[in-house]
């Protein structure tokens, strides 16, 4: 077996795609990664006289043509990956040269694929040690796979270290398979590149111009009879050099993904499909004003129903009586969970019940949601000391990843780890303190946690653990001052009940959104997908 390893250092993979040029290039091809090897082949072929470097270069060229004359390889490559908007660039041509144009448009596209690293497999190739070795070589010589500002790392992976692969080529997809076609090395493809490059013969003509050019007599005479004979036409200086053709593989090959047997999902009380408000205007505010933001907005909300405001938005059936069934929550949504998130708020959302049509949802909120001529409303929240928010519904054909649906329901890919990023408010006081017996105090703040859990329709999770800090960067501490959450006050009478980030694992994977305990219809308890551990 044979595993080469590709990791995208910025975490994106910018490489354009050959149907169309405003398309971005995911999974990356066989083919591709092919050329970016034998580009780092020729970047570092070493100069005449060099034995040493020679042989190794040589071994190198030897075991690229093995690598084409295998069978396509398999990929282990995340199918899950988020899109940059594409936009348009004008870039200057070059300034040396003396041509009439002006900046010319180009675009970049790139994907951000939810696991930066892939793998290319050959499941039955058997290499020599000889081969092995000058791999590693050639793929600690490659820097980019794409564009140029698509860095990479790329190695050779250690034997019994290959990762079971996901995306197999076929030689016909099955009906009703989703197949993409990836284009692959075949046996020929270095000889065919380097006539495609033509770097041999444009090297041999600068080198005899340059000859021509700098000799007097004899010598220039020769010079010039060995061009006329090498390139069947007599040497001028305006002589454009031999035609360098855009290297190209056209070959292509059917891949499919191999599914595993479905597992179960588990979903909560709440639709993943977020209604989401992103901000206009107004003061940058962080999590903790979370509270004063969806309580502005149920304001809102009921204000705009009047007195028809249904059960399942106020929470309450006639005469103010508390409502038995889900009714929905509303949520602040902040960068916070990604590198260097500072918890700033960039919008709010509101979470429906599962069960409520959502012809039902679009009756109660169109008035709100649209003015008179079907255009999006400004929606104006006035939040006291903290200033004026205005809000808009979320049409954006590509929204920030914070005001996608899918960042907080993880609609894709289902996962069994959670954490909070707001904190979860306990639903009782719980009767130990934590000092004299932590242990004790740990599994009944568990067992609360657990049975919020139960009441958000969710399944008790297999793993808790709990903290006042998030798991999630950018989150604020779950304790009240400087740098936390403000405890969430109820009813004047009642004292305010305790708060905690948590970080739960479920037996099975889970469907957001996961919204937990006493707050988690004004924002607290909101949890958000966990990829990396827990430490």
């Known amino acids: ?252 090959r059917p891949y499919v993904r191999s599914r595993p047997a479905a597992a ?33 907005l149920r304001g809102a909300l009921l204000k705009s129903c009047g007195e028809d405001a249904p059960e399942w938005l106020t929470g309450h059936r006639a005469r103010g009586v508390p409502s038995e069934r889900t009714h929905a929550a509303l949520l602040a949504l902040a960068f916070a969970g990604f590198p260097h998130a500072d918890g700033h708020l960039l919008g709010l959302a509101i979470a429906f019940p599962r069960d409520l049509p959502a012809r039902e949802r679009g009756r109660v909120l169109r008035p709100f949601l649209y003015d008179q001529d079907g255009l999006p409303a400004e929606i104006r929240l006035t939040l006291g000391k903290l200033g004026v928010w205005t809000l808009r519904q979320e049409e954006r054909t590509v929204p920030p990843l914070t005001l996608r649906p899918e960042t907080w329901c993880q609609t894709a890919e289902p996962t069994d780890t959670w954490a909070s990023v707001t904190p979860v408010v306990l639903n009782r006081h719980p009767k130990l303190d934590p000092y004299p017996d932590h242990a004790a105090w740990f599994a009944e703040i568990s067992d609360i946690i657990a049975t919020s859990c139960e009441h958000s329709g969710l399944p008790r999770p297999v793993e808790i653990d709990l903290d006042k800090t998030s798991w999630h960067e950018g989150a604020p501490r779950a304790r009240p001052g400087a740098g936390g959450f403000p405890l969430l006050l109820g009813k004047p009478s009642a004292p305010a009940r305790q708060q905690i980030h948590v970080w739960l694992r479920f037996a099975n994977p889970v469907q957001g959104p996961v919204i937990l305990g006493a707050g988690r219809y004004r924002g607290y308890g909101l949890c958000k997908p966990l990829s990396q551990s827990r430490s």
């Open 1 to 252: 077996m044979l595993a080469l390893g590709i990791h995208y250092l910025t975490g994106y993979a910018t490489a354009t795609s050959v149907g169309s040029r405003d398309e971005a290039e995911w999974p990356p091809h066989p083919g591709r990664v092919f050329m970016a090897l034998v580009a780092a082949l020729y970047e570092t072929k070493p100069h005449p006289g060099d034995t040493d470097s020679a042989s190794l270069w040589q071994e190198e060229h030897t075991a690229l043509e093995w690598l084409e004359a295998l069978e396509a390889p398999s990929l282990k490559v995340s199918e899950h990956f988020d899109k940059r908007a594409v936009v348009t660039s004008y870039v200057p041509v070059n300034d040396k040269l003396s041509l009439p144009a002006n900046k010319q448009p180009r675009t970049f596209p790139k994907v951000r694929p939810h696991d930066p690293n892939v793998f290319l497999v050959w499941p039955d190739a058997t290499p020599s040690n000889s081969h092995k070795n000058a791999l590693q070589r050639l793929c600690g010589k490659v820097t980019r796979i794409g564009h140029s500002s698509s860095l990479v790392q790329m190695w050779r992976v250690p034997e019994g270290e290959e990762p079971a692969p996901d995306l197999h080529p076929v030689a016909t997809p099955s009906r009703g398979s989703k197949a993409v076609h990836l284009r692959i090395p075949t046996a020929g493809c270095l000889r065919e590149l380097q006539q495609q490059f033509n770097g041999d013969a444009i090297d041999r003509f600068f080198d005899l111009s340059v000859r021509i050019s700098s000799s007097r007599g004899k010598a220039k005479r020769e010079a010039e009879a060995t061009f006329a004979a090498e390139f069947g036409t007599k040497w001028t200086r305006s002589l454009p050099p031999p035609t360098r053709l855009r290297p190209m593989l056209t070959i292509t």
């Open 264 to 296: 179960v999902i588990s979903h909560g009380c709440f639709d993943s499909d977020l209604l989401i408000l992103a901000k206009q205007d107004g003061p940058n505010l962080g999590l903790e004003s979370t509270a004063a933001l969806t309580d502005a």
